[in-house]
């Protein structure tokens, strides 16, 4: 049975109303319901693509960020070590901190470490590094280079307290007691109250004593 339809207000043109069948109407209809469907699809393909664009571009400019803050970081970093090895060269450590590295060194028995120490402040004359460079030397086993040097502190100063102690500590190493006690009862006439004077000279004292003839 034929039957008449209009597309959009008007006959199919070519076409009378009778002559259009079932089929031809069928067919129109899927071709005018592709052609209302096809915009859509396109505006959602468009979203998708404007998305992924999107996404993609917001991950390369978080990911350029990381290598800009990275580079950054290193820079700054670089930057700080030069600036402090710049300050090192342009002021050199003082004769105090020299010492109190010396003497940090000596406290702690790390005579390696603090013997150039005692001999960069030794250059001028200084009487106290003498001393401690006799000492030094006397604990790393060379008795000739220390004598020299805790003869030269007491030269440099004849009221050395730290020469005349390390002189006592020297003749008790060569089996002098009588001479070591009057060294270190030199020292303690400089510094009555310095402890270790005091402890030294009652050892010796003692040793002495338990080595005499009843």
């Known amino acids: 049975m034929a039957c008449a339809i209009v597309f959009a207000g008007r006959p199919c043109s070519g076409l009378a109303a009778e002559e259009v069948s079932p089929a031809m109407h069928s067919a129109q209809y899927e071709r005018v319901h592709d052609s209302r469907r096809k915009p ?5 393909d468009s979203r998708s693509n404007s998305k992924s664009s999107s996404e993609s571009s917001s991950k390369s400019n978080s990911e350029s960020g990381l290598e800009s803050n990275s580079e950054s970081g290193l820079k700054s970093v670089s930057e700080s070590e030069s600036k402090s090895k710049t300050a090192s060269k342009r002021h050199p450590p003082t004769r105090d901190e020299i010492r109190k590295r010396a003497q940090f060194y000596t406290t702690r028995r790390d005579f390696t470490l ?6 960069q402040l030794a250059k001028p004359g200084d009487a106290q590094a003498e001393a401690f460079l006799g000492w030094c030397q006397l604990q790393l086993g060379d008795k000739t280079e220390a004598i020299k040097h805790i003869n030269r502190s007491i030269a440099l100063n004849p009221r050395t307290v730290e020469g005349f102690r390390y002189l006592g500590y ?12 009057t060294a270190f009862r030199t020292s ?3 510094d009555p109250h310095h402890k270790c004077n005091c402890g030294d000279l009652e050892k010796l004292i003692l040793s ?3 080595h005499r003839k009843p």
């Open 40 to 44: 859509a699809d396109s505006k959602s």
């Open 170 to 181: 020297y003749l008790i190493g060569e089996g002098k007691i009588p001479e070591a006690v």
């Open 188 to 190: 303690m006439k400089f």
């Open 208 to 210: 002495k004593s338990k």
């Open 114 to 119: 603090a013997l150039p120490l005692w001999y």
